[in-house]
């Protein structure tokens, strides 16, 4: 199966590369990047360790405030689908509750990714066309700037068991909310995105590369010309199947009273899609 093409941020033609592969896929994926891989290798491994403890039920949701952690039994049911995910998960926002032991660490990788991503979202603004530049209501850089709506999930595939419902899998095929999705390499592969002809396509998860995708609200926000595309997490098979899978994806979500477009502000659009996910 092909695999999607992998910019290298320090290119001087990084931007331009990385815009068309949004365009053409709906991702870029980026190496050489100024994330520290040692800080991420060192979540993956600490909350790991949380998902396999008894303390997470000391942080279950608040439904109020979506911060918290989300236990299988309450995971999301993807649009159109009727079978949970494979997954639990912890919700880090600015003033969400975080486990101490951990928080040093997350909230420094949430302020790292988020000043990165200002920059994706630059690289974005400068290399669409004039006429989808006019359409954006204030630079995309600032509408996630001081945002408290962006959301850090820490995501945990369990390692499979063989009693699964019929036809789960760790992530069945979405479209994500936001403007962009940033995301390191999982720490297994399994991330697929679908092409227009409905094929699928490979993510590559080379540990060290940084994986973004466009959301919905980028979408509409462009008038469509950025297409938000439709991803997955499929199931390993043979002895992947015994190993957990940690993921650590960045929602950018711009603040409430940002305008997306004639329709939507981004909290008329954020409370439509959480009503449609049950989550509301």
Not at 71 to 98: L, M, Q
Not at 232 to 241: E, Q
Request: hydrophobic share 35%.
């Amino acid at each position: 199966m092909q695999q999607l093409p992998t910019v290298d941020y320090q290119s001087p033609n990084a931007a331009k590369e990385f815009v068309e592969s949004l365009r053409n896929t709906g991702f870029g994926v980026l190496k050489n990047h100024p994330i520290p891989q040692e800080l991420v290798e060192s979540i993956y491994k600490h909350w790991q360790e949380f998902f396999n403890s008894e303390e997470k039920h000391e942080f279950l949701f608040n439904k109020e405030t979506q911060d918290g952690y989300f236990p299988p039994e309450v995971s999301e049911v993807a649009k159109g689908f009727t079978v949970k995910d494979i997954k639990e998960y912890f919700h880090v926002y600015p003033k969400g509750r975080v486990p101490t032991q951990l928080e040093a660490e997350i909230r420094e990788y949430y302020r790292l990714a988020s000043e990165f991503a200002q920059e994706l979202l630059s690289w974005v603004q400068a290399e669409a066309p004039a006429d989808v530049r006019a359409r954006f209501s204030i630079d995309l850089k600032d509408m996630i700037k001081e945002s408290e709506q962006t959301l850090l999930r820490i995501l945990h595939y369990p390692p499979m068991t063989g009693d699964e419902e019929p036809g789960a899998i760790r992530a069945a095929a979405h479209g994500d909310i936001n403007l962009l999705t940033v995301l390191p390499a999982a720490n297994e592969p399994g991330l697929q995105v679908q092409r227009q002809d409905g094929s699928w396509l490979d993510v590559p998860c080379d540990f060290g590369s940084l994986i973004i995708n466009i959301g919905d609200m980028l979408q509409e926000a462009s008038g469509d010309y950025f297409p938000s595309t439709i991803h997955r997490v499929i199931n390993p098979t043979g002895k992947a199947s015994t190993k957990s899978r940690i993921s650590l994806p960045l929602f950018l979500h711009p603040k409430p009273d940002v305008v997306l477009s004639e329709r939507y502000t981004a909290d008329s659009y954020l409370q439509e899609r959480l009503r449609e996910l049950g989550v509301k």
